[in-house]
């Protein structure tokens, strides 16, 4: 008789802890939690604007080329803007006059950096207003060359004006 109720009682035992861990386990599997997260995305946009009403260059004069960024997009943004000649040539006898107080001067990676975050909607003051050709250039050096004007731009959520550079080396790390 007492090797019964020692039987039952074990028996009862394991049922209770065989019934504690099925409901753990079952517990486990099928409890979920649900956290929705909204995440919009910013679209960064920006597009250059040029006045540049007379390309024909003269030796010892100088042509009109205004260069702004406009941020079209729906994020505020840094610019950074690279200026290239087609001709080294021409490239060797001209002198580009650049705005360096809103604007950087060239940097190593070849680009001129806006100094502030450029609003949606609005235009960066122009970084050049006027190429300038030196007394001694020949026409020969002057003959079909262009000024290409490159830009790039970058959120600067969670940046402040003067973090220019900050904000594009965020880009490769």
Request: include cysteine.
């Given at each position: 008789?007492k090797?019964?109720k020692?039987v039952m009682g074990?028996?009862?035992a394991?049922?209770?802890v065989?019934?504690?861990?099925?409901?753990?386990i079952?517990a486990?599997?099928t409890g979920?939690?649900?956290?929705v997260?909204?995440?919009?995305?910013?679209?960064?946009?920006i597009?250059?604007e040029?006045e540049?009403?007379?390309?024909?260059?003269?030796?010892?004069?100088?042509v009109?080329?205004?260069?702004k960024?406009?941020?079209?997009?729906?994020?505020?943004?840094f610019?950074?803007?690279?200026?290239?000649?087609s001709n080294?040539?021409?490239?060797?006898?001209?002198?580009?006059d650049f705005?360096?107080?809103?604007?950087?001067e060239r940097?190593?990676?070849?680009?001129h950096?806006?100094?502030?975050?450029?609003?949606?909607g609005e235009?960066?003051t122009?970084?050049?207003?006027?190429?300038?050709?030196?007394?001694?250039?020949?026409?020969?050096?002057?003959?079909?060359?262009?000024?290409?004007?490159?830009?790039?731009?970058?959120?600067?959520e969670?940046?402040?004006?003067?973090?220019f550079?900050?904000?594009?080396?965020?880009?490769?790390?």
């Amino acid at each position: 008789m007492k090797r019964k109720k020692r039987v039952m009682g074990f028996l009862v035992a394991a049922v209770f802890v065989g019934v504690l861990l099925c409901t753990g386990i079952y517990a486990y599997l099928t409890g979920q939690a649900e956290r929705v997260n909204q995440l919009s995305m910013g679209e960064n946009v920006i597009e250059t604007e040029e006045e540049f009403p007379d390309p024909d260059p003269k030796p010892g004069g100088s042509v009109k080329k205004v260069v702004k960024i406009k941020n079209t997009g729906d994020v505020p943004c840094f610019v950074r803007t690279q200026v290239l000649f087609s001709n080294g040539e021409a490239e060797a006898v001209s002198t580009i006059d650049f705005n360096t107080e809103d604007w950087t001067e060239r940097q190593e990676d070849g680009y001129h950096y806006y100094k502030y975050i450029l609003p949606v909607g609005e235009s960066s003051t122009a970084l050049m207003t006027a190429i300038k050709i030196a007394d001694n250039a020949h026409l020969e050096d002057l003959k079909d060359f262009q000024v290409i004007v490159y830009s790039e731009s970058v959120q600067s959520e969670g940046y402040q004006d003067g973090d220019f550079l900050k904000a594009f080396e965020s880009l490769t790390d």
